[in-house]
């Protein structure tokens, strides 16, 4: 949810998809995300960014401004 709210109060429009019931959208963020099983994964088009800490940290570091620019 924390990763849904920076997203939304930058403005950004996203896709959410549920992979809670696992199946082939699972293994697909799996591999995407090079092997990790958490959630959130985050992928801005397609660069792996990582779970909630590491968008949080390119927020506060002034990296993902750049980021969503690409």
Do not use: C, W
Not at 36 to 50: A, D, S
Not at 58 to 69: V, W
């Amino acid at each position: 949810m924390r990763a849904k709210a920076l997203l939304q109060h930058k403005s950004v429009a996203f896709e959410e998809t549920d992979i809670s019931m696992g199946g082939k959208k699972r293994q697909e963020m799996i591999q995407r995300a090079g092997g990790r099983t958490t959630v959130p994964q985050v992928f801005i088009g397609n660069q792996h960014i990582g779970g909630y800490d590491d968008l949080a940290a390119l927020e506060r570091s002034g990296q993902l401004d750049a980021i969503l620019a690409d």
